[in-house]
Structure formats: structure tokens, C-alpha cells
């Protein structure tokens, strides 16, 4: 529930999760770590009801590229789709007023 | 978990519900059966853990301000700083890429 400099970048993570939720939590706890260090990170929200929605911040798009391309996460993207989700979506964002 | 023709515009409104949440559940789901009627509503996603993410999706800026600006919606606002929130953030971002 952070303010930032403006204009900065949100990535709108919505998510419903299979029956396969084995190793989720795990993979869902280290990735949160991961993000934490990347280059123009500068925070994170998420929540879980019916579907999960989970909103991390950055200064930048090369940021947010540079965390697409993480090895550990592509690893942890591979999997969600094999597995842990029935659906997602990802939208990129410039947040223009707070 | 919809995609909606780009460019078109989000707002994450991440709150922290306060001890007093009477009348809150039956607010929030009037107000999403109202926004629903707006114009240039798009679509509405919601999650709560510890913190709560309502997401909704417009075609413009217009739409949000009208939405905004609408009566039962200035008492739901007013309800909630006063009573239901112990904190909240609200972000308007365009939706560049999904």
C-alpha cells in the first residue's frame, strides 16, 4: 500500500489455480524473494479468493523484461503452466496517477 | 481473467479492511453491480487475503471519472475512509501490453 514516483510500472498478475497446487506455495514464496532483488523492483501486493491477483511495481519496463527473463522464473513460469494454473493473465501497465 | 482491446485502462484499488465490517460486504456488492452498469466498464477482477486487490477495467478515462463522480458510489467512498479501511491505495494505470 506504497505510494511511488511517478510515472512508474505495474504488472497485474489474475490467476485461478488447478487441483495441482503441489510445490505452488514453495515456488510462489521463493519467487516473491527473487523479485524482491531485481534491478527496478519496488514492491509487491497480492491476494487469493476465487482467483489470485498479485501486482508487483517497477521503475522501468526493462525492469520488468529483465524479470521475464530470470532463469529461476522461467522455470517457475514453465510449471505454472503445466500445472498450478487453469488460467492466467498478465497485463503490463504505466500507472499514470496514485 | 478476460483480454479487452488495447489500449485500455485499470484500476487497482488495494485496501486494508479495519476491524468494523459491518455493512462492508453488502456495499462492496452493490457497488460491483453497479459499476457494472457504467459506461465504458469493461470488467471487474477481486482477491482478499490480508490485504484485499479489486481490479476494474475501462475503455477510457472518461468512464473512471464518471464512475468516480457518481453518487452511490461518493457514499460507498465516504463509508469507506470512515469506517471499513484502515488503509487503502487506489492506481490509475493504461494497460500496455497482455
Redesign the interface.
Known amino acids: ?3 511511488y514516483p511517478l510515472p512508474y510500472y ?1 504488472v ?1 498478475f ?3 489455480l488447478s487441483a495441482q497446487t503441489e510445490g505452488y506455495e514453495e515456488m510462489a514464496q521463493k519467487m516473491i524473494e527473487l523479485v524482491k532483488k531485481q534491478d527496478g523492483f519496488l514492491g509487491i ?9 498479485t ?1 508487483s511495481y517497477w521503475k522501468s519496463l526493462d525492469g520488468i523484461q529483465a524479470w521475464r527473463e530470470n532463469f529461476e522464473h522461467q522455470k517457475a513460469i514453465k510449471w505454472g503452466k503445466k500445472k498450478w494454473y487453469d ?12
Do not use: F, P
Open positions: 500500500m506504497n505510494d505495474a497485474i489474475t490467476s485461478k501486493e497480492a491476494a487469493r479468493s476465487s482467483i489470485g491477483i501486482v488460467a492466467y493473465t498478465i497485463r503490463i501497465c504505466k500507472v499514470i496517477r496514485q
